[in-house]
């Protein structure tokens, strides 16, 4: 079954600056939880383009660690880039990442669409295991996005 996620943030900052800082691939250490392990394993580039792979290792189970390829497969400078796991825990994972410059602040939405493995088991456990993990991961960054840049206010 496909899942889909969307979280809304509202950034204190120009549309320009919160472009420059997520489409460093060097700063999502910055805006990922210290519990999930995560670790870079390739080298990274200043900016992302499409066609980028990016591996990790992650421990987003049990502290179980286990290889991530993402791909940056679309990237439209300053207004939305999307990354595609082509290894890792999902049998898809689809992560659209949108900026959009309003007169209160940079608009950011992100939706992410993904299958669990193992069919209706996995289905079974996206509620309570799955979904919560992806809540806690979010609000991480944006914590951390808003010391980083302040809280817009809407």
Excluded: C
């Excluded at 997520?22 to 499409?50: A, W």
């Excluded at 660690?65 to 791909?71: D, I, S």
């Excluded at 990354?83 to 689809?94: A, C, K, L």
């Amino acid at each position: 079954m496909l899942h889909q996620f969307t979280r809304v943030q509202w950034l204190n900052t120009t549309l320009d600056e919160a472009w420059n800082f997520f489409s460093s691939p060097k700063n999502l250490p910055l805006i990922t939880p210290p519990d999930l392990g995560f670790q870079v394993l390739s080298e990274l580039p200043d900016r992302m383009y499409e066609g980028l792979f990016i591996r990790y290792s992650v421990r987003p189970l049990l502290g179980i660690p286990m290889e991530w390829v993402t791909e940056i497969t679309k990237v439209e400078e300053g207004r939305f880039f999307v990354d595609e796991q082509r290894v890792g825990p999902y049998s898809i994972w689809h992560h659209e990442h949108h900026f959009e410059s309003t007169d209160k602040g940079v608009r950011m939405l992100d939706r992410v669409s993904y299958v669990i493995p193992f069919g209706v088991l996995g289905d079974w456990v996206e509620p309570w295991l799955v979904k919560p993990r992806l809540e806690h991961i979010f609000a991480y960054r944006e914590a951390q996005v808003e010391q980083r840049f302040g809280k817009a206010v809407r």
